[in-house]
């Protein structure tokens, strides 16, 4: 895996150089959009109260107070301690909103309209502000109220209903599907509002919850279920629109993925199992037939997949252009030939734990090549010197220190 060094690249090179983020997120969805805004070049500050956010302390893998999990999505940032419940904590936040062009919140509404971190109130400090405010379900109706998390976006926007084996109980999606798909929106819902800055002049609020997220990766089923009023229900690791297409193991034991998206590939696939004459059997002549009759298709191919092994099949369909792939476990990702070959996975380097991986910038920009740009960084790592950046004075900043408003843990504190 490649590495790269803290924060090096040069960031007037990279899209969003010159744009300063104030990033007052928490967990997962708003932390991983704010690190892929500073793998774009922006200046992310991660604010957080003094003793840390609650996700430092999930896990204890690199200490405590800096867990795996957060490091895993906070790279590319500066660290400002701030406590939010002092007013002087706020009148640090508001001169440095008053210069900030994004600001992410990542409270619950009453939480964000008690603290005076609302729109309304920051909006005042600052017209060309993108003030972006990230909920779980929204920032009103009858969930708002409510604590929220990847897990109940899940839930509640229907992709655990269908997720899990046929007739199975629901089943989470191995990974934060909610938070993630939230950072990207977010990510996206930022970018789209700074050009709209650039074409108009005037900020504005975006508004990203988790829920929306989540009803957004139902777009290939919902018109579906209008015209059949026929639920979908879980497949196990099928598709209920496309047959077949799913994963099927090998004699050795081992799952691959046979995929035919079109009817092209299904004929391809006949041949290469010898059963050319399954392409005229009228269960399976169009897709549609072979979803209707996806039992029976499956119980003819099930024995044959099972006939030889794995590598086998994989080079077979192959030759022939069958969509197909292995299906790999978490640890056969980092020796993936394509993972290896496209970068997908980077490291970083931390000045006290060495290098470690992280998803690199899942997006290419060739005129302007983004990529992580530094290692989690510390609790409080640059309070001291992004309160210097914003104007504060030794004098300011060592009351600030003093009355435990702001921390640092480094030894860069004024002489």
Not at 234 to 259: E, L, N, R, S, T
């Amino acid at each position: 895996m490649p590495h790269d060094d803290n924060l090096q690249m040069p960031g007037d090179r990279l899209p969003l150089s010159g744009v300063r983020v104030v990033d007052l997120s928490q967990v997962g969805a708003g932390p991983y959009a704010a690190s892929l805004l500073g793998d774009l070049g922006a200046d992310v500050i991660k604010i957080e109260p003094p003793t840390g956010e609650s996700f430092r302390y999930i896990d204890n893998l690199f200490g405590v107070g800096d867990s795996a999990y957060f490091y895993g999505v906070n790279r590319s940032k500066r660290s400002l301690t701030l406590d939010l419940h002092e007013s002087e904590g706020m009148d640090v936040l508001r001169r440095l909103v008053a210069d900030a062009d994004v600001m992410i919140v990542g409270f619950r509404p009453d939480a964000v309209t008690r603290l005076g971190i609302d729109y309304e109130s920051m909006g005042k400090l600052n017209d060309q502000l993108v003030y972006c405010q990230l909920t779980a379900f929204g920032e009103d109706g009858p969930r708002a109220h409510q604590p929220g998390m990847d897990l109940l976006g899940q839930a509640i926007g229907g992709i655990m209903g269908l997720t899990g084996e046929t007739d199975g109980p629901p089943i989470k999606a191995g990974v934060p599907m909610a938070d993630f798909v939230g950072s990207f929106l977010l990510g996206f819902s930022i970018v789209s509002a700074l050009r709209a800055r650039d074409l108009n002049g005037h900020g504005q609020k975006v508004s990203v919850n988790l829920l929306d997220g989540q009803i957004a990766m139902l777009a290939n089923i919902l018109t579906h279920y209008d015209r059949t009023k026929v639920p979908v229900r879980p497949q196990g690791g099928g598709h209920p629109q496309i047959a077949p297409y799913q994963p099927y193991q090998g004699g050795d034991g081992k799952d691959f993925i046979v995929a035919c998206l079109n009817d092209r590939f299904w004929l391809r696939l006949t041949k290469v199992i010898d059963r050319p004459e399954l392409a005229d059997d009228p269960r399976f002549v169009t897709n549609a037939d072979r979803v209707a009759n996806r039992g029976a298709l499956n119980d003819i191919l099930i024995p044959i997949f099972a006939g030889h092994t794995t590598a086998s099949w994989l080079e077979r369909l192959d030759q022939v252009a069958v969509p197909c792939g292995p299906v790999h476990r978490l640890e056969d990702v980092f020796t993936e030939p394509q993972v290896v070959h496209n970068h997908s996975i980077t490291e970083l380097e931390h000045p006290i734990h060495g290098r470690y991986p992280v998803p690199n910038t899942p997006f290419r920009l060739h005129g302007t090549p983004a990529q992580p740009r530094g290692y989690a960084p510390l609790l409080g790592e640059h309070s001291v010197e992004i309160l210097g950046e914003a104007g504060f004075t030794h004098d300011e900043i060592r009351a600030l220190l003093d009355k435990s408003v702001v921390t640092t843990s480094t030894v860069t504190e004024p002489a």
